[in-house]
């Protein structure tokens, strides 16, 4: 049975910093694509972040460019997520998924549980 199993979620003050994992089980995803999305009271899910499969290529959504960073480690069939200088519009459960090509649209194979990331001003 294939799991993602999201980590490092939590409160946070506006400014700092947080640090999501997200590890695989039941087959390797070196061959896929791995991203996040989230997803806020009342809005719709949105975007956040991608890597190809090497790690070579990365997409980010245009409300966290330039503030998160997505990196993987294939060894660890693990995806992280940094996310600096929050926001407390960044509050919202963050979802990791994986398979496939990297793509902004929601359309991804697996998809972990989620783990809530909240952000006070």
């Known amino acids: 049975q294939v799991q993602l199993v999201e980590s490092g979620g939590g409160l946070v003050q506006a400014g700092g910093s947080l640090r999501l994992s997200c590890a695989a089980s039941?087959?390797?995803?070196?061959?896929?694509?791995m991203g996040w999305f989230r997803q806020a009271p009342g809005k719709e899910r949105e975007f956040v972040a991608a890597i190809t499969w090497s790690g070579g290529i990365t997409y980010y959504g245009d409300s966290v460019k330039g503030r998160f960073t997505i990196s993987r480690d294939n060894a660890k069939n693990t995806v992280y997520l940094q996310m600096n200088s929050l926001k407390p519009e960044d509050t919202a459960v963050y979802y990791c998924?994986?398979?496939?090509?990297?793509?902004?649209?929601?359309?991804?194979?697996?998809w972990g549980q989620g783990t809530q990331v909240t952000v006070s001003s």
């Open positions: 039941g087959r390797t995803f070196n061959n896929d694509a």
């Open positions: 998924v994986a398979g496939g090509r990297a793509r902004k649209t929601s359309d991804y194979d697996y």
